[in-house]
């Protein structure tokens, strides 16, 4: 599609914290945003909520919020494009669209005894030969089992085709627009998609009981998923582009060739390695997952310099020429590998609401450097258990090392230094799987500002960590690809908008890193061989 040269987009930034809008220019800029904070409910150990109408009530609001902050009219956005928090289930009725219950938030660990009964039946290797992804209560899948058996009205109403499940970006499509969709990238993080057909599993939807017109309709990430309701905004605008968030933040760092890899430090931890065209089966515990689908009329995919190799499953072919909307174009498919840490900046929170030790989250970082190193304490932050490589949902966080002489500053580090060591074990899962070596890590989210924790980072990796002048990677990226939709940017947007602030370059001993991995390693199987 011809280049555009005026016009802006609206990006919807949809997380487990805050919901955000964004407006980028025709350069790739953003030049005004809204946020509006989001509570998250825990009513006992283990569940995770939200309340879902807050969730789309706090996100139109910023959406339109933000159009009137950047002084334009609805007139004046070519294109929505729509960014959300993974995995966190969502139901409601059909006719009402009111919910039936309250969000599942994916941090949730409630169906932890559902899946390892599915493990002990020997479901592991069929599902992650299916999906790309491991029998865990991170999914959606048991999130929304559980809802049904919970409540046998709701199973009543979802057999009699009442009812409609939706991640995120789904129950903000059904009510902007009035669809009951959800693109690629969500729908392969629900544990119920096929990776070779790109559909949902007749057989997994037979295995775990689920009506299969509970679900929505699955698109190409930059699909039509229609306009948004009259009145709405001054106009109806199209939504052109959806991505769960790891994916447009991959998507927005430019990591758009095999082997390139980027870390988003947000509530959890997310790191992602494109592996181009062909899906990467995990020998390490890691997630098989979608990282974006393009259409050819919309977009002319980036070549590959890099792509893996070896022998794949039947089950993991490609999707390979895919019809758009009954459209004559085919799709372009690719793929990452994923490794998912639940507690990466809601550790920072938790040293700040629930001990008090920081007033706002950045005064971790001053509190920090006041002591040179953590002088032996380690922070093992399994508040909401394990995730990659070790996915273990029972697992309990500890606090280990702690002397007469810690201070504050020396947990502040603790805490800061297990962001880093997380990040650690899955990219050394993702080295072991991927044929190409990690050159370079590209980094963002909100934690990605603090220079302990990157410095720390590229120290404990031996590679430099890079971080863009812009740390907003997430709503970049779905920017770029509904942009990309209506000819507002090209396949040069993201290389020219993606600019260099720092180069943290690793400065660590060899000694002093094998001293810390080693400590660390040490701390974790000593858990997990405890709570076995």
């Known amino acids: 599609m011809a280049k555009t040269e005026n016009g802006f987009i609206l990006a919807l930034d949809q997380g487990t914290t805050s919901s955000r809008s964004i407006i980028f220019d025709n350069q790739l800029t953003p030049i005004a945003i809204a946020q509006k904070p989001l509570n998250i409910i825990t009513p006992k150990a283990g569940f995770i909520e939200q309340n879902a109408n807050d969730i789309w009530q706090t996100q139109i609001s910023t959406a339109q919020e933000v159009i009137a902050k950047a002084g334009l009219l609805a007139t004046d956005i070519s294109a929505i494009g729509i960014t959300n928090q993974r995995e966190t289930t969502i139901i409601w009725h059909k006719k009402t669209g009111k919910p039936v219950a309250p969000a599942i938030v994916w941090q949730d660990r409630r169906t932890h005894q559902w899946c390892r009964d599915w493990r002990d039946k020997g479901f592991d290797a069929k599902i992650q030969q299916i999906t790309g992804l491991r029998i865990d209560p991170y999914f959606s899948a048991s999130k929304i089992v559980w809802l049904l058996n919970q409540n046998p009205k709701l199973r009543q109403q979802a057999l009699a085709g009442e009812l409609a499940f939706g991640t995120v970006d789904s129950w903000l499509l059904f009510n902007m627009t009035g669809e009951h969709s959800i693109d690629i990238t969500n729908a392969s993080r629900t544990m119920l998609m096929s990776l070779q057909t790109g559909d949902w599993s007749d057989e997994l939807l037979d295995l775990f009981d689920i009506p299969k017109t509970m679900l929505p309709t699955i698109k ?3 699909g039509d998923f229609g306009v948004t309701k009259q009145g709405m905004f001054g106009k109806q605008i199209p939504v052109t582009a959806v991505l769960g968030d790891q994916q447009a933040a991959l998507y927005g760092q430019g990591c758009n060739r095999a082997g390139m890899a980027k870390s988003t430090y947000g509530t959890g931890c997310f790191l992602l390695m ?15 997952t979608v990282a974006w689908q393009t259409t050819e009329a919309n977009h002319t995919r980036q070549p590959n310099r890099h792509e893996p190799s070896g022998k794949l499953p039947n089950l993991l072919k490609p999707l390979q020429n895919l019809q758009r909307n009954k459209k004559t174009s085919v799709t372009q498919t690719q793929y990452a590998l994923e490794g998912s840490v639940f507690m990466a900046g809601a550790i920072v929170q938790w040293l700040r609401d629930n001990l008090g030790m920081i007033a706002r989250s950045e005064d971790i970082e001053t509190l920090a450097a006041q002591v040179p190193d953590s002088q032996g304490v380690t922070l093992i932050p399994a508040f909401t258990g394990l995730g990659a490589p070790y996915w273990r949902a029972d697992a309990t966080a500890r606090l280990i090392g702690l002397t007469r002489g810690t201070t504050k500053a020396h947990i502040a580090r603790a805490a800061l230094e297990a962001i880093a060591l997380q990040a650690y074990d899955v990219l050394i899962a993702m080295q072991k799987d991927s044929p190409v070596p990690l050159h370079e890590l590209r980094v963002d989210g909100g934690a990605a500002n603090n220079n302990i924790l990157m410095q720390f980072q590229a120290d404990i990796l031996n590679v430099p960590v890079l971080r863009p ?3 907003e990677s997430t709503a970049k990226g779905v920017a770029l690809l509904a942009g990309q939709a209506v000819g507002l940017y090209d396949d040069t947007s993201i290389g020219e908008s993606w600019q260099l602030d720092r180069i943290f370059e690793p400065k660590m001993a ?11 390693q040490f701390y974790i199987n000593q858990l997990l061989n405890e709570q076995n």
């Open 274 to 288: 494109n592996t181009g065209d062909k899906p990467c089966v995990s020998h390490q515990q890691l997630l098989t």
């Open 220 to 222: 190409p990430s930059d």
């Open 510 to 520: 060899l000694s002093e890193r094998q001293a810390i991995v080693e400590q660390w």
């Open 469 to 471: 002048t812009t740390t």
